[in-house]
């Protein structure tokens, strides 16, 4: 069992930024991909960034630009810088691992709030 712990958000301004990291708790396995994914209320959780184990990134059009994704393999640590943050990036944001051989495992979510 692998539990994601993951830490970073909170409040910004309009044109603020954070930034938001994730990693287990625990032992640390091989990895497929990491990424980031974020959901507001009514609507299906959607992808946000990730990074597979050879370093290739994939970006959500809304937030390419503006988001890096970066990982750490041998940590199964993943971030994820937010500049230029918009009041439609609130959302609550959870971080995914997805491992060869134990599958795919969810953080517990960290709400990101952009306001004034």
């Known amino acids: 069992q692998v539990q994601l712990v993951e830490s970073g958000g909170g409040l910004a301004q309009p044109g603020g930024s954070l930034r938001l990291s994730c990693a287990p708790s625990g032992s640390v396995f091989r990895i497929y991909a990491m990424g980031w994914h974020r959901q507001v209320p009514g609507k299906e959780r959607e992808l946000v960034a990730e990074?597979?184990?050879?370093?290739?990134?994939n970006y959500a059009d809304s937030v390419t630009g503006r988001f890096t994704i970066s990982g750490d393999n041998a940590k199964n640590a993943v971030y994820l810088q937010m500049n230029s943050l918009k009041p439609e990036d609130t959302a609550v944001y959870y971080c995914?691992?997805?491992?060869?051989?134990?599958?795919?495992?969810w953080g517990q979510g960290t709400q990101v709030t952009v306001s004034s």
């Open positions: 990074i597979s184990s050879d370093g290739r990134t």
């Open positions: 995914k691992i997805r491992y060869p051989i134990l599958g795919t495992y």
